[in-house]
């Protein structure tokens, strides 16, 4: 055999390891999905005596600028969401103004609150990282592989994970809107004619959103405190997100269009801007 032979012998052994290696990756990464996903539905059902559908008369009390959102976001007699199928597509920036495209599934329960978003991002040729954010049975966690292989992110199983994962949980309920109504362990408190608190407490964990309410009645503007990660370490940070385009959606009104962003004492820095293309409600 000459030595050219030898040599493509070699690289195409070595590709088919390779290729073996992130089929074998990919492969574990969606069946761990898919066993967050199972938890997330074996979770606890909601209670036989909450409401199944809405009623306006759950506005009574509430906050002006909540009172505007759920006439807008909520027909009359809307049934109460149980859990929600959403596919995505944005960019993903890991650092500043590096933009890289992605694709993404969430599945979501609404009470107990939870959810599982597994999303494919483009951060290097060829091979994609996968990230899978999570909440399910109280815990936070993120966890991201290059070619589902190869660890990038590894976080879990603190109090600040939770906290963090439960905002956010908070911050997307517009997609599943009949999840911010008041109920045990969530109540809204009055800021100013737009702007109201949402609070929700799961567990030993309790966390809260600033809503900013459009003149229409559509949720514009969330922010909070939330940790994020500096080299290790999570640092209590201003988090901000943009909701827009909003379109009805299994007759309910909700966004199509956001941005996300971290505020810095360097200013804001913008790290997720994702379309909705598609949302499958399971309802009571």
């Not at 306006?56 to 002006?64: H, K, Q, S, T």
């Not at 103004?97 to 694709?103: E, L, Q, S």
């Not at 309920?173 to 109201?196: F, H, K, M, N, Q």
Request: charged share 20%.
């Amino acid at each position: 055999m000459s030595d050219r032979a030898r040599v493509a012998v070699a690289a195409a052994v070595a590709l088919a390891a390779v290729g073996g290696a992130v089929a074998l990756g990919s492969w574990a990464w969606n069946r761990t999905t898919s066993r967050l996903v199972g938890r997330l539905k074996d979770a606890a059902p909601a209670t036989a005596n909450e409401p199944v559908v809405f009623d306006v008369a759950r506005l009574e009390g509430l906050p002006p600028p909540v009172a505007r959102y759920f006439t807008f976001a909520l027909p009359p007699g809307q049934r109460i969401i149980a859990g929600v199928h959403l596919r995505f597509t944005g960019t993903f920036a890991a650092k500043p103004n590096a933009w890289a495209p992605f694709t993404a599934e969430q599945n979501v329960r609404a009470t107990p609150p939870g959810f599982v978003w597994d999303a494919r991002i483009a951060m290097m040729p060829v091979v994609p990282v996968r990230v899978r954010d999570s909440y399910v049975g109280g815990a936070g966690a993120m966890r991201g592989a290059a070619a589902a292989v190869i660890p990038v992110v590894n976080q879990h199983d603190t109090p600040e994970m939770a906290a963090a994962s439960l905002q956010r949980f908070l911050a997307e309920a517009v997609w599943y809107p009949t999840a911010l109504l008041p109920r045990e362990g969530l109540s809204w408190s009055a800021i100013d004619d737009t702007t109201a608190r949402v609070t929700l407490t799961d567990g030993p964990t309790t966390v809260s959103l600033d809503v900013t309410v459009g003149a229409r009645g559509e949720i514009e503007r969330v922010s909070t405190m939330r940790y994020r990660d500096v080299k290790g370490t999570p640092v209590l940070t201003l988090w901000v997100g943009h909701h827009a385009d909003y379109q009805r959606v299994g007759g309910m009104m909700i966004p199509t269009s956001g941005e996300v962003a971290w505020v810095t004492p360097t200013g804001s820095e913008p790290y997720w801007r994702g379309r909705l293309l598609a949302a499958t409600f399971e309802l009571r």
